[in-house]
């Protein structure tokens, strides 16, 4: 009788648990088993336009011995096998070996596949590889400010690397796998639950090799010049970035020993008052207006004074008559303060606006400084005069480069851009997004502008260094005083060396924009940055085998006399 | 085996009590009042557990024994050995004679506190923290598991003597020497604190006493006396027990005691209806530790389902119904003794593990008799399903039954499913024993309808 009492109830007990409440059980249980595995995906790769890799990832296979696997007697063989293959230490490898009960010990990462196909040649008991994804930047490329670099968990930190981290890391899948208690799969069980989708190709703008030389011409004349640092831009008229190299920089393979600011992508992140690059604005705004032509006469003493401060020209001279021709090519700050005040500070302001000061560049790289451009009902009463010429407000190098772009491409403003777009597993590039076009000037104005330019470069010009033999080039220098950092004033604070310029002036196809920060040695836009310019301007019209002008620069007046 | 080709159909009468055929009724009735019905039903019951409890020793072990070892099968092997060693002596002992049996239980007994008391100082521990091992010539034992065997027959007859005697009128006469027999052999296992072996000896102790029909008080005292005992233990146990548990499992949460109890149900209800499947329990893989042993009934759950575990809890109570069919229709004390000492160790002792596994009963650690591993268990378990089974042929009809089907096990067996007559001609010799057994399932399906 106690029997079928003690059987009835277990029976009832047993329906419960298996029939009534079975499912809650279950899935508790099935919860604790289950456990989810990440599958590792490709990480796409960053290329040039012509796919030439900055970054790409490579397989590689994370080596660890299973010591619960290896058969004490075979501990020494094992270790001495690892040992000699990677060539490690023996004591960490054998402790390794003998770690019971791990069931995990890493060995060495980041081996090449054909390395581990020998080490697994060998038949060692309790060695293991899983694959992995390294992420490699072939050696400089000189774009590691601009490409970035990925942290350990494979995700980027810095640079397009950061920024396109959505497009390139892909999406890695997972699989559902039932363990035991000690994480060992059980067999036949579970299975993938999500494919990996690999990362797409990243395609920029950039040309590997003018980014290469741009890079190496930069680091040279820093160094030469003694300068802090510069950046120097190649662009398209149409916007796209060709090269951006900046200064200093460091390996992205040898990430540890870089500084913060060796990591700052300078081209984007560090803005400086234009200094005489600028006048073009000044004097774009002008003659679009209408309110001067490129042989309007002005006369231009050596200085001049606006409220309590006197104004004057770099260089002394008698009180001459220049055109507005005459103004650009000897980058008169006198004579351009007068056609600034034609302008008026709410023109000149609009037409900084027009050329992109002020505003992102559109590119979305980490730390950008969109510069300083303050609203014209703010200025005080000189800073009309001084932002005519560049002083009192500040650009980033990728904003001046655009300027002379859109000068370059008949006065139409493209926005700058750095990535083409992406690349599918089919090898057909989606292009990003058309960037937005902006006519600022008329394409008269432009080819005002690009002869009054292909004169600073002329004999009478402030840049005989930046021309290049068969080539018409247009450009500006600009030498701008600096800010010192520790007074806030320009006293001591050195100067900022740039060329900004296009080419072939005639029909051109590359803009280079050059900028030193605080050089030693020369600094003068045209002896500083000039060469470094013509540099990496002859190289880029070779590389993109642009052909030589094959026309003369027309005649024309810097002075009322001619 | 002739056993396990009668045994489906003591599953089935039992089941097929609900039937509402008459016809059915008044052959289970005949079957029911069958002298030797007693004989098949432990022989049924006890030998499909068993051949169950192979099948699931290997499926449950596998796992831990190819890590500990790289053979799958080595704890399976061991088993079976066990198997190998207790299936004779279950034979031979079914054919002794009582006299035999009285005969065993002084010497069992004090082989048995020998044993023990060399184990309490030769014993191993095997790192789980409790000297209950012994080690003789290469063989490992739990000289606890025998010692059961021999205190249910020694009991026996200790108190059949007494009766035989009319001494059992005396208190002191019922408790001496039972008691102090029962108390040193506690003392000495509570030593290798095996706390659920103390439990089944003092439900053996227990059961003698009321068989025998020991005054209300007396019988009243010990019941409170064991119970008392018991729950010191368990609230003792439950404290070491999580102790235990942890330091075998380091990867269960130390302050989750109910851990173990807690995957136990985890694998009855992954099991559900039908169950997983045999081989494919998932809670083997090492979130039941000793699936072998203590939870074999969780991993029979969850790879059979309701239906296993409900066929193993039926197996069991066909088991104790005929152990106690057996004491009651008996007339000699030693016989009635015998018989309920042995039932109320081996019934009691699948209530406790299986009471654990679903959480009924607070986690004690006991193995499930003739299912799980470990031979020390094993064999004497057999031996004492052996002792059964010649209790059950002590019953004066028995005899006469079991003289009158002749030589042939098989004859007999089918001789008690009443089949003799239409099968004879077929079933002649061993060599036909195959044949006939499917003949032996037909002939039932075509009864069912």
Redesign the interface.
Known sequence: ML??V??V???G???Q???I??????S???D??LSTIDIPTTRGEITDANGNAFAVSVEVRTVFVDP?EVPDSKRAEVTDALTEHFDLDRDVVAGKVAAEPSRYQVIKEEVPPAEWKELEELGLEGVGAQVDYKRVYPEETGAADLVGFVGDDGHGLEGLEAVLDDTLAGEPGTRQV?????G?R?PM?GGTAKEPVPGKEVRLTLDRDIQWHAQQALAESVEEMDAEGGSVIAMRPTGEVVAMADYPSYSPNEINESTASDRANGAVAEAFEPGSTNKVITAAGALEEGLTTPETVYTVPYSIQRYDETFSDSEYHETERLTLNGIMAKSSNVGTIQVGEQLGAEGLYEYLGKFGFGQPTGLDLPGENEGILTDPDDWWGTQLATVSFGQGLSVNAVQMASVYATIANDGVRVEPSVVAGTVGEDGELSATEEPTRERVLSEETSDELGTMLEAVTGDEGTAQQAQIPGYRVAGKTGTASRVNPETGDYEGGGYTAAFAGFAPADDPELIVQVVLHNPQKEHYGGEAAGPVFSDVMSFGLKTLEIPPSDSEPPDIRLTEDG | MSGSASTPRGGDSRRSRTSRSSVWLRELRQLHDHPLTSYYLVIGSSCLLIALGLVMVLSSSMIDSITSTGSAFSLFQKQLAAAAVGLPLLVLASHLPVWTLRALGYPAMALALALLLITVFQGEDYGYGAVRWLEIGGVTIQPSEPAKLAFALWGADVLARKDELKQLMEWRQLLVPLLPGCGALVLLVLMGTDLSTTMVLLTIFLALLWVVGAPGPLFVGMFALVVTLAGIMVAVESFRGARITSFLNPGADPSDAGFQPLHGLYALGTGGVFGVGIGDSKEKWGFLPHPESDFIFAIIGEELGLIGSLLVVGLFGVLGYAGLRIASRAREPFVRLAAMSITAWIAVQAMVNIGTVIKVVPVTGIPLPLVSAGGSALVPTMFGVGVLLALAKAEPDARKALAARGPNLVQRALGWLGLRGTDSSTVTGPQERNGSRPTQVRTRRNRRR
Do not use: N
Not at chain 1, 21 to 26: L, V
């Open positions: 029997i079928l003690v059987m109830l277990f029976a007990r047993l329906v648990i298996q029939a409440d079975a499912p809650t059980y279950a508790a249980a099935s604790v088993r619960e039932e363990t035991g208690i000690t060992t059980i069980t």
